[in-house]
């Protein structure tokens, strides 16, 4: 804020002044980004913006620069990378080891034929190994892509196939917690399905190498060390490819560029997070979610970042903390589920372990409910910055989170990110303050797609955000925008919950139910009345604790709490038992396609079914829905 009133000669009073002023003149925001971070760039950029039209803006014309160039511009013996996996021993490199390492696995891609714009893709897991090959990739200027190994093979293919990869990066199997899960008969079939993949390099992690036709070992891989130089590239040059959940059909290839990730993560890492040299950021994810790209960005600013790869419960909910505590981290980050579980649990990870060092909690993935942010301040730390955030794959961040300028308030997102001009749009197109609307960016933003892949007359891209407001980014979130500046977001808004004319999101009914005893999760569907003359009808399934059968006891409990907490509008009509709700694989639950089964859909027509959780829970929607059918006559 200071460099900001410096460079305008402005006095911005509190955040909100600072914000107003991001998003009305994009040009000095984002102008002041790129200097006050001291972006590399061979060649500087011609102006900011082409213009303010969505889609199409370009960002700083004529520039050329490297994201790569930025993640591995500190150096020397602190630490960069720091991993633990329930698979192998630690292991941890300096910024200088992670720019040998880097060096080697460039040299490896270059001695594979990988050049400009070539694709590589990797089914690794979250390894120290992986960001070294991510950043070789991108200092040759050719394009990344992964999935986790947790992903079956149709789900794999699916994503990848759309890419076309020239090398294959894998690991043969993992351990998850106490469980050895191999990967051999998938790597041989997704290779099989690739025929553009020239090479396979393995990674070995759970056997010893995999031996095969056009298939090379890590060792080999990395055995030497070419020049670390990084490719000039323009600012929407290709960085990776990101896939949407694949939830409503083939997963769609999100390709985002150098210039764009680049300004937006030290925006949202730098400001946001206030993350720089000295901090150590841990966030648990896989490298089939977007969190995976966001926390190697720490890297960016000097921060050592922790990759781990394993059961985030191996030794109960305190397994993450405890990670947490032994190496100092000052920043950790997980899904709202993980903290619904540990609050749930009794854990009191601040009596039991010493996180000193934890300044920052963030939280994404789901709403977090109130208790939630109580349970953080009373059993976590009173001191931490507390940051909800949501966004998307969709643009490799967030639109909203939390801030060190702004309070904390409980069951709210604290402030919209600078730069990112987010509204609640009513039905009519109205922008609303303390009603619940679509939440939508009138403006551009970096970080936006510069496309997907193979959408050559940009159709797809258009369709997916722009159709219903022209020129306006709609994100398909529910979001109430409060007087204060804060943010609630109530879930999808493709999956709303209208009854009797009162709209709630799904987000509402689970903070309502979270804490019934016996009910460890929950998944509601509107099902609209064919006639629309009618209420439709409100189902919601649930899964039990251990020895817990949903009785008309408990079915009495759920539907009282959500009478009394939410409205008697949203009481169920059929209430069902499950053993597990559907998820992916980066824990969002699917409600889409969990409506369409239930009006007749079949389960892999409208789920990559490799990429959830667990393959049998959407087979179990599927009986219901049979059940449903059978007792209605059809």
Known sequence: MDFAEQRTGRRFADYDELWRWSIHDLEGFWAAVWEFFGVRASVSYTRVLSG??????????????????????????????????????????SRDELRDQVARARAGLQHLGVGHGDRVAAYLPNV????????????????WTSCAPEFGVRAVLDRFDQVEPTVLLAIDGYRYGSRDVSRVDELAEIRAGLPTVRATVVLPYLYPAIQGEGVITWEQFTSERGDLEFAQVGPDHPLYVLYSSGTTGLPKPIVHAHGGMLLEHLKVIGLHADMGEGDTFLWFTTTGWMMWNFLVAGLLVGAAVVTFDG????????????????????????????????RRAGLRPGDELDLSHLRSVGSTGAPLPVDEFLWVY?????????SSISGGTDICSAFVGGSPLTPVWAGEISCRYLGAAVEAFDESGRSVVDEQGELVVTAPMPSMPVGFLGDTDGSRYRSAYFDDYPGVWRHGDWITITSRGSCIITGRSDTTLNRGGVRVGTAEIYRVIDDIDGVTDSLVVHLEDPSGDGPGTLVLFVVCSSGVTLDDELEATICATIRSGLSP????DELYQIPAIPMTLSGKKLELPVKKILLGAEPDAVASLGALKDLGALDDIAGVAVDRLRHRGG
Request: glycine share 10%; aromatic share 8%.
């Open 311 to 342: 059961d985030p419960n191996a030794e109960g909910p305190a397994t993450l903390w405890q990670v947490a505590s032994g190496l100092g981290v000052t920043w950790l980050g997980v899904g709202a589920p993980y903290l619904v579980a540990c």
């Open 569 to 572: 509008r949203h009481v169920p």
């Open 52 to 93: 303010r039209e969505m889609p199409g803006t370009r960002w700083f014309e004529g520039a050329r620069l490297n994201y790569a160039e930025h993640a591995l511009a500190y150096r020397g013996d602190r630490p960069a990378v720091i991993g633990r996996s329930q698979t192998v021993g630690p292991l941890e490199w």
């Open 128 to 143: 120290p190994e992986t960001i070294a090959a991510f950043l070789a990739t991108a200092s040759l200027g050719a394009i």
């Open 378 to 386: 009373d059993a976590v730390k009173p001191d931490v910055m507390l």
